[in-house]
């Protein structure tokens, strides 16, 4: 039976394109353009304090002008220009936003692609029933042949394929997910290629990993980050300040015989509130959960992107996350008075239960080796799966013999559990394998030890280099293995890595984490098995990676779409960089309100208090230029900050206080001669076309 699909995939490169689409291409444009306006609605402005009250400016200001053509007052075009530009700064504020909730919807069009109303094979009570992908319920099983489409989230049960994963990575190399170990997740959307599985829905209709992180994109939920809400209530109560110091201009000018009208102290309150950082403000945070996905890491939460920027020491797997995982068995060391044939055969015994990629290698080297003395499986033995817990797996066979492997103290415990001898040279052969940077796995029959195997690791390409970018970022980067502590110092000596921690198990990695955040450190965790999950969730920034298992992904709040272990350097640069962003545009528009108000306010009481002039070291030709000059420059400030606000502040590795002193040059100083030079161009220009 082929179940019909709708094809979903894209090429490699169309999917990066549309991931990183042009800041200013015509659609996005298009839209945020039409958004801007549908965003005008009060209820909806009320979100974003200072543009709020700008817009309410706004209003009034028009409400006025519409008085003053029906009243033919002589002041019409002032009042009409104010009232433009007052709506423009609104609209550009809406623009910023909208733009960048566009780019996020577009990449989420891309993650839709994905998915399809998929026809399943579900299995229930040893019959096949067809049914749709939405019919799916949690802990459903559905059967998944070559070339049919996984309906949904879930993990492997049985069997071993080859999966197409190019609609959610843009990878064209297919992956192998098979049942057991750290690589049995699979995601609705992607292809089966060979072979078929058998797989348990761990998701149910709408509910799905890609459900939940498509709405997160969208911006559908998506919550303000701690520092965000911060800032938002600290540019809201300066709004209330100045508004309340506008409101007391108007009586001050009153007693000294000058009349304020409304357009004016509206202008001059517009001018004083924050509002380029209080029009940016949303922009630059959902800019950076797009960056995070254009990375190919799904973020959970813009908190999660945000307080990746301020992460201390990162905690990272060993096996899958910094070697290539899928371990191989590589040789057999035989005890002395052992035969290596007799040390293969109980090693093959031991894994035959064992359906991962090292239990299956070991099985082929003795394969190799006994050729046609290997043995099989026996039917009714009762098999010891590997536990995080135990670290032993083996066999229990019908004639009462039984076989064990496992790591070295692991095995060791269970054999003087039975009240086995523990042979002297065992220390010697484990040592020799762990030196070489092999995992030793002992080898037993009954109580009585026969000898180890050497299971190799291989590094991933280029894990030492970014390491050492790691580190130059100010992070400590610390290996988690279960490995015995020779082959844990031999993998993290090749690697690169600061600190190890060997034999953990899933508790010690909490402890640890626990230990780290006691001391004031936030902890970055990587991984991918399903003991690696409470570490994941007790972590400040769990990434899980796409190949792991569900219970890996559901316990992360980033999850790597790549599966690549130094992902979090990019992780890690995408929160910085926001947390750059979001400072350095805040200092520029601090810098930018102290330059307006050596425009603004002496223009206002200039004919009132001639000692005023002395302010005017702009040389500004008019009180009405200078208003006019310094509101234009607040409105077209904000879209040419856009590009900024979206792509952010490019980070550099470098210390606090360079990157204080460079944002305080540039984006300070900048900040306050921008508008000297922008305001007295703008004031030339409506003096010298007879605009005022």
Known sequence: MNI????????????????????????????????????????????????????????????????DLLHTQEAVGYTFAVAVILWLTVLFANFAEALAEARGKAQANTLKQTRSR???????????????????????LVLIRAGEIIPGDGEVLQGAASVDESAITGESAPVVREAGGDRSGVTGGTRVLSDQLVVRITAGAGDSFLDRMIALVEGAVRQKTPN???????????????????????????????????????????????TTIGALLAAISIAGMDRALSANVLAKSGKAVELAGDIDTLLLDKTGTITMGNRQATRYYALPGITEAQLAAAAMCASFGDQTPEGKSIVQLGEDLLKANAPREFPGAKVIAFS????????????????????????????????????????GLVDQVARQGSTPIVVAAGKNVLGVIALADVLKPGIRDRFARLRAMGLRVVMVTGDNPLTAAAIATQAGVDDYIAEA??????????????????????????????????????IAMNSGTQAAKEAGNMVDLDSDPTKLIEVIEIGKQLL?????????????D???????????????????????????????????????????????????????????????????????????????????????????????????
Not at 260 to 272: D, G, K, Q, S, W
Not at 524 to 539: E, F, H, V
Not at 580 to 592: E, H, Q, W
Request: charge should be positive; charged fraction near 15%; glycine fraction near 8%.
């Open 4 to 67: 019909n699909t709708i094809e979903t995939a894209q090429p490699k490169l169309e999917r990066r394109k549309a991931r990183r689409a042009s800041l200013f291409e015509p659609q996005l444009l298009r839209t945020a353009a039409r958004q801007s306006v549908v965003m005008l609605k009060p209820w909806l402005m009320a979100r974003n304090p200072v543009m709020f009250v700008t817009e309410i400016g706004a209003a009034m200001t028009t409400l006025v002008l519409v008085l």
């Open 118 to 140: 998929t026809l399943a094979c579900r299995v229930a009570n040893g019959s096949e029933e067809l049914v749709g992908s939405d019919e799916l319920a949690e802990n459903d």
């Open 228 to 274: 965000e809400l911060a800032l938002t209530v600290t540019l809201a109560g300066l709004t209330l300040a100045f508004l309340m110091v506008t409101g007391a201009l108007w009586p001050i000018g009153r007693y000294f015989g000058v009349s304020l009208p409304i357009p004016t102290l509206i202008a001059l309150l517009v001018c004083l509130i924050p």
């Open 388 to 427: 995080a817990q135990t670290r032993l797996s083996g066999i229990d066979l019908p004639n009462g013999h039984s076989f064990r492997k496992g790591a070295s103290d692991a095995a060791q415990a269970y054999i003087q559990g039975l009240g086995g001898v523990i042979p002297a040279p065992l220390r």
């Open 505 to 542: 198990r899933p508790e010690d990695k909490l402890a640890y984490i626990r230990q780290e955040q006691r001391a004031g450190r936030l902890i970055a965790m990587m991984g991918d098995g399903t003991n690696d999950a409470p570490a994941l969730a007790q972590a400040d920034i769990g």
């Open 580 to 592: 750059m962003t979001r400072g350095s545009l805040t200092t520029f528009s601090i810098a930018n």
């Open 594 to 692: 102290v330059a307006k108000y050596f425009a603004i306010i002496p223009a206002m009481f200039i004919l009132a208090m001639p000692q005023l002039s002395a302010l005017n070291i702009m040389g500004l030709a008019t009180p009405q230029s200078a208003i006019l000059s310094a509101l234009i420059f607040n409105a077209i400030i904000i879209p040419l900050l856009i590009p900024i606000a979206i792509k952010g502040v490019k980070y550099r590795p470098m210390g606090a206080d360079s990157i204080l002193r460079r944002n305080l040059l540039l984006y300070g100083l900048g900040g306050l001669l921008t508008p000297f030079i922008g305001i007295k161009l703008i004031d030339l220009t409506l003096t010298l076309t007879g605009i005022l």
